[in-house]
């Protein structure tokens, strides 16, 4: 069975840090993307990060140059730092792997930017 536990997420001042992580089991997803996806109350799921198995990276325009993801395929783990956090910044937030055309997803960690 395939799961992705997310951890990391909680309540932080605006233009703190927090740093999220990832970690999968079940499978490898070293060969594969990764990536982070976030959604608020009543709003899309949006993109905020992708990293290739070759170590690639993608960002959503918003959240350039704040967050940083990164991956340990050791430890089959996918991290989202996320620096200069602002109140908008306030979603719950998903990790996802790809393997074999399936998308698997974790249950998300809720992160809370007050002002």
């Known amino acids: 069975q395939v799961q992705l536990v997310e951890s990391g997420g909680g309540l932080v001042q605006a233009g703190g840090s927090l740093r999220l992580s990832c970690a999968a089991s079940?499978?490898?997803?070293?060969?594969?993307?990764m990536g982070w996806y976030r959604q608020g109350p009543g709003k899309q799921r949006e993109l905020v990060a992708t990293i290739t198995s070759g170590g690639s990276t993608n960002y959503a325009d918003s959240v350039k140059g704040r967050f940083t993801i990164s991956r340990d395929d050791a430890k089959n783990t996918v991290y989202l730092q996320m620096n200069s956090l602002k109140p908008e910044d306030t979603r719950v937030y998903y990790c996802?792997?790809?393997?074999?055309?399936?998308?698997?997803w974790g249950k998300g960690t809720l992160v809370t930017v007050s002002s």
């Open positions: 996802y792997g790809i393997d074999s055309g399936m998308v698997y």
């Open positions: 079940g499978t490898d997803f070293s060969g594969n993307a």
